[in-house]
Structure formats: structure tokens, C-alpha cells
Nanobody, 117 residues
Framework: QVQLVESGGGFVQAGGSLGLSCTASGSISKFNTLGWHREAPGKPRELVATVSTGGNTNYGDSVKGRFTISRDNAKNTVFLQMSSLKPEDTAVYIC???????????WGSGTQVTVSS
């Protein structure tokens, strides 16, 4: 079993910055990918960013150049720094862990990010 505990999020004005973090525990395995997806009302779940144990990153097109993902392997924690936020970034941000050994995905409960115009 894997547990993902998210923190951060909240309310910010357009152009502002916000940070999220997520700590994984349990049977996470040595090699995995940690990241964030987001869901906005009426829209499908969308990739935000992921980072592998080795530090390889992947970003969704809509956040490239504005968001930065990083991780602390010793603490099994992933960080998402969001800058130049736009109203269309408003969504529930959901932490994700994928175990590379079996490609199994685990999801957090999500944290709300609201960007006002």
C-alpha cells in the first residue's frame, strides 16, 4: 500500500506564485516517478509534471516555463513550484506515484489551487 500526503495549494491572484508538496510512504519501491496531475470542472485529468527517481522531468505543455518540479529522494517528497499563475491553472492538483517495477499508479486526495483574475 502507498500513501500520498499533499500540502500547499490555496488562493492566489493571477501572476502570483504558489508551492505544493507531496510525501509518499509505504510500498513505494526504490524506482518510481512522482508528480502532479490536475482536474478542473468539466475537463479531463491533465498532466502537470513528473519527476523520476533519477531526476528526469516531464511537463505538460500548458505549464512549461512556469512550473518547476523537484524531489527529495531521501524524504520521498516531490515539490511543485508554480509561478506566473493564470486563472486557467485553477484546478484540484493531485499527487501521483507510479512504481516502475509494476507500472502501478497511486493517487493522493488532491489539493485545491484557485487563481483569481
Amino acid at each position: 500500500q502507498v500513501q500520498l500526503v499533499e500540502s500547499g495549494g490555496g488562493f492566489v491572484q493571477a501572476g502570483g506564485s504558489l508551492g505544493l508538496s507531496c510525501t509518499a510512504s509505504g510500498s513505494i519501491s526504490k524506482f518510481n516517478t512522482l508528480g502532479w496531475h490536475r482536474e478542473a470542472p468539466g475537463k479531463p485529468r491533465e498532466l502537470v509534471a513528473t519527476v523520476s527517481t533519477g531526476g528526469n522531468t516531464n511537463y505538460g505543455d500548458s505549464v512549461k516555463g512556469r512550473f518547476t518540479i523537484s524531489r527529495d529522494n531521501a524524504k520521498n517528497t516531490v515539490f511543485l513550484q508554480m509561478s506566473s499563475l493564470k486563472p486557467e491553472d485553477t484546478a484540484v492538483y493531485i499527487c501521483n506515484l507510479r512504481r516502475l517495477i509494476d507500472k502501478r499508479d497511486y493517487w493522493g486526495s488532491g489539493t485545491q489551487v484557485t487563481v483569481s483574475s
